[in-house]
């Protein structure tokens, strides 16, 4: 068992009733329903505590074998060989757990970065590439306070590598191998952090600039 997967999970269970009270009291309503998954479309990234969380759930449920393949596609193409977050949405790369239904096939185990992904704005204008029209609630901060005081007392248990973050094909395959699943060696978590985190950053407060 990889350490703090159960915590998580704890933790999502008691974020996630928080959260669902914080956006009914907005006053524009979510729009997200079931089955418009753009938004797994995007480069989504990942902590390490939660990918433990999806690793350890794919090993209990024996359904590595059945992801293994297009995690490790996905790896390459979330490798940033010239793509940026933009050009990545724009070729439509589909998340490794996006199911035929376009439903998640991991959604009780789903990162803190999909759960709190919402929009306000019409569910089709989510799909225009790409889009400054689509309203949405800047997740940032409340995934900082879910997985805040996890990762520091992480980092006094495991270390700094605890506190890495990346894509999350990259950061699950890391975890089944920390497993002993015997991956196919990809980009570790820190290499890809160490190479594209700045720019990623960058990105990600430019978005988020009025």
């Known amino acids: 068992m990889i350490p703090l997967a159960q915590a998580v999970r704890d933790i999502f269970a008691n974020v996630d009733p928080q959260f669902q009270a914080y956006v009914d009291r907005l006053p ?12 797994c479309e995007l480069l989504a990234l990942i902590t390490w505590p939660e990918a433990a ?18 995690l490790l596609e996905q790896a390459k193409q979330s490798d940033f060989e010239g793509l940026d977050q933009e050009s990545y949405w724009i070729r439509r790369i589909p998340c490794a757990f996006l199911g035929d239904d376009r439903l998640c096939q991991i959604y009780d185990v ?7 992904h919402v929009a306000f704005s019409a569910p089709e204008l989510c799909s225009i590439r790409p ?18 005081p996890l990762l520091i007392e992480a980092r006094k248990e495991a270390g700094p590598a605890m506190e890495q973050a990346g894509p999350i094909p990259i950061m699950v395959l890391a975890a089944l191998n920390s497993l002993g699943e015997g991956i196919p060696e ?7 952090l160490r190479r594209y985190g700045a720019r990623v950053r960058a990105v990600n407060r430019e978005a988020r600039t009025p």
């Open 186 to 192: 990809c980009i570790a978590p820190g290499e890809w």
């Open 110 to 116: 789903r990162p803190g970065t999909c759960r709190y």
């Open 28 to 39: 524009e309503r979510v729009t997200c329903t079931k089955g418009c998954a753009a938004c």
């Open 53 to 70: 969380l999806i690793a350890e759930t794919l090993r209990e449920q024996g359904l590595v074998e059945r992801f293994l393949s297009k």
């Open 131 to 148: 889009s400054g029209t689509v309203r949405q609630l800047d997740e940032g901060p409340i995934i900082a306070q879910a997985l805040g």
